[in-house]
């Protein structure tokens, strides 16, 4: 058998090289057989480089669903010196079909990763126990024991990293941020950068925006903004030329597509609403709908719509991730993303608020989910602004999201001008956080502009914690300045 020089080991670890190569060929021919295989192994469990980095574009393509073509796997593996395009042709050339014995080279393949985590973990372990006289003997038994049980189990071990690999990952990403991919902004100009007098944008506030694989919480009570800053933000990424998917699952598609052209025409929403169009009007509506739709696909609710659907939390979310894989979306904005529960008590909202950060992760899909405040929380402070505590339902609303913004409007709790909008940036697990964003807002168009850091202060905040001496909400304490 060939030998390799192994990752995170100085011992030749012997492999069959042929394996690695039936394997990838197969998932090269058949698409078939590429499904399944994604399914079982990762680029982790080959030993040669250049498969790793094959099999790393050819998971991509799967989760994507995109057709298998020479171009889109080159693309993929996003300009990695080991890919040679000749080497996957001959692969390719030399096993046309999928070999009816593929499951024989999958389970020595997975044979071989799992021979390799034995020696790194128990029986490295184990010999370094045997050779230390100060090793307790219940610890040697026991690192004995798991031995047989790594060569037991070794199927189930697909999760363990290669340490090689997550080197190589991580190093893939820093390259893409020196190459000037570090910000993915959410298309809002004052919200992304911080603004000089001009109105150009500076130094960014967010970073690093709508990356792939994070998930963004836009919170707010209900009527604060928070549908038109979601509006605001598909029009922006789609300007980016960037695919969205919107579930506009509170309002309806077409009303939510509507509003979002009018943002951009800058129209009165009760002119439209009373059909006061004119034919000329009518004309530009439509163009800028269809440029709006080059970018944005709209996702209808699809759950519970009749009383035979099986309203089941897993289930629901098996259909979300059946839309963002076949979109091939970029980002995905669903508003409101909690009616597709229908189990909501907190322990399974938690969970399945985990799986749809983990679908994010797999499918590298920034996710911007919508959720209430709590209206009863809120009503209780003297400052109404929206807080983390607050959002509506399980505590996983404030641990899983990478960003969290809340939305605030002065005008539904004073008797002031509505023409101001407050972003407060509650969560930014990359950047400097909490922030506070002031915009000036034209509700009757929808319109969110400028955007002026503001001090910020936390709701309810006071030298006798949250509640005063006489158990109501103490007054706030003067905001802190935003360092910009």
């Known amino acids: 058998m060939p030998e390799s020089s192994t990752p995170n080991t100085e011992v030749t670890f012997p492999h069959d090289t042929v394996n690695e190569q039936v394997v990838v060929a197969a998932g090269l021919v058949s698409a078939e057989a590429r499904e399944g295989l994604v399914r079982r192994l990762k680029p982790d469990q080959?030993?040669?480089?250049?498969?790793?980095?094959i099999w790393a574009a050819i998971t991509e393509m799967v989760?994507?669903?995109?057709?298998?073509?020479?171009?889109?796997?080159?693309?993929?593996?996003?300009?990695?010196?080991?890919?040679?395009s000749q080497y996957v042709v001959?692969?390719?050339?030399?096993?046309?079909?999928?070999?009816p014995n593929l499951e024989h080279h999958v389970s020595m393949l997975q044979w071989d990763y799992g021979r390799l985590?034995?020696?790194?973990?128990?029986?490295?372990?184990?010999?370094a126990s045997i050779k230390d006289p100060r090793t307790a003997p219940d610890r040697v038994r026991s690192l004995a024991r798991s031995v047989s049980q790594a060569f037991d189990e070794y199927e189930d071990r697909r999760f363990l990293l290669d340490p090689i690999e997550v080197v190589r990952a991580q190093m893939a990403d820093l390259d893409e941020r020196i190459a000037g991919r570090s910000l993915y902004p959410y298309g809002i100009k004052g919200l992304d950068f911080y603004l000089n007098e001009a109105g150009q944008a500076g130094e960014a506030r967010l970073i690093p925006g709508t990356a792939p694989g994070l998930i963004t919480v836009i919170t707010g009570v209900s009527g604060s903004g928070k549908s038109p800053l979601a509006m605001t933000m598909g029009v922006g990424i789609a300007r980016q030329k960037r695919k969205v998917l919107y579930g506009a699952w509170e309002i309806g598609a077409g009303e939510t597509l509507e509003l979002m052209a009018a943002q951009c025409?800058?129209?009165?929403?009760?002119?439209?609403?009373?059909?006061?169009?004119?034919?000329?009007?009518?004309?530009?509506?439509?163009?800028?709908?269809?440029?709006?739709?080059?970018?944005?696909?709209?996702?209808?609710?699809?759950?519970?719509?009749?009383?035979?659907?099986?309203?089941?939390?897993?289930?629901?979310?098996?259909?979300?991730?059946?839309?963002?894989?076949?979109?091939g979306c970029e980002v995905a904005i669903f508003d409101l993303w909690k009616r597709c529960l229908r189990q909501t008590d907190p322990d399974e909202e938690e969970h399945a608020l985990i799986r749809q950060q983990a679908m994010a992760e797999e499918l590298q899909v920034h996710c911007i989910l919508v959720q209430q405040q709590r209206l009863k929380d809120v009503e209780a402070r003297i400052d109404k602004r929206p807080t983390r505590e607050g959002i509506k339902g399980s505590g996983a609303w404030v641990e899983v999201p990478d960003?969290?913004?809340?939305?605030?409007?002065?005008?539904?709790?004073?008797?002031?001008?509505?023409?101001?909008?407050?972003?407060?940036?509650?969560?930014q697990r990359r950047g400097?956080?909490?922030?506070?964003?002031?915009?000036?807002?034209?509700?009757?168009?929808?319109?969110?502009?400028?955007?002026?850091?503001?001090?910020?202060e936390q709701p309810g905040e006071s030298s006798e914690g949250a509640f005063g001496a006489g158990g109501t909400f103490a007054k706030p304490k003067r905001r802190k300045a935003e360092s910009s």
């Open 46 to 53: 080959f030993f040669e480089e250049e498969h790793r980095i």
């Open 432 to 456: 400097p956080w909490p922030l506070a964003v002031e915009f000036d807002w034209d509700g009757e168009r929808g319109l969110i502009t400028g955007g002026r850091p503001i001090p910020y």
């Open 403 to 427: 960003m969290i913004f809340g939305v605030y409007r002065p005008a539904l709790f004073k008797k002031i001008d509505d023409v101001v909008l407050e972003v407060d940036v509650l969560k």
């Open 63 to 84: 989760n994507r669903k995109l057709a298998f073509d020479l171009a889109t796997l080159q693309s993929l593996t996003r300009g990695e010196t080991q890919f040679d």
């Open 117 to 127: 985590n034995a020696v790194r973990g128990p029986i490295s372990a184990l010999l």
């Open 265 to 327: 025409l800058r129209w009165s929403k009760t002119d439209l609403a009373m059909g006061r169009v004119t034919p000329s009007m009518r004309v530009q509506l439509e163009e800028k709908e269809h440029a709006i739709c080059q970018y944005v696909r709209f996702m209808e609710r699809p759950f519970g719509k009749t009383k035979k659907d099986k309203m089941v939390n897993d289930r629901n979310l098996d259909i979300i991730q059946g839309y963002l894989s076949d979109t």
């Open 90 to 99: 001959s692969l390719m050339e030399a096993r046309p079909d999928a070999p």
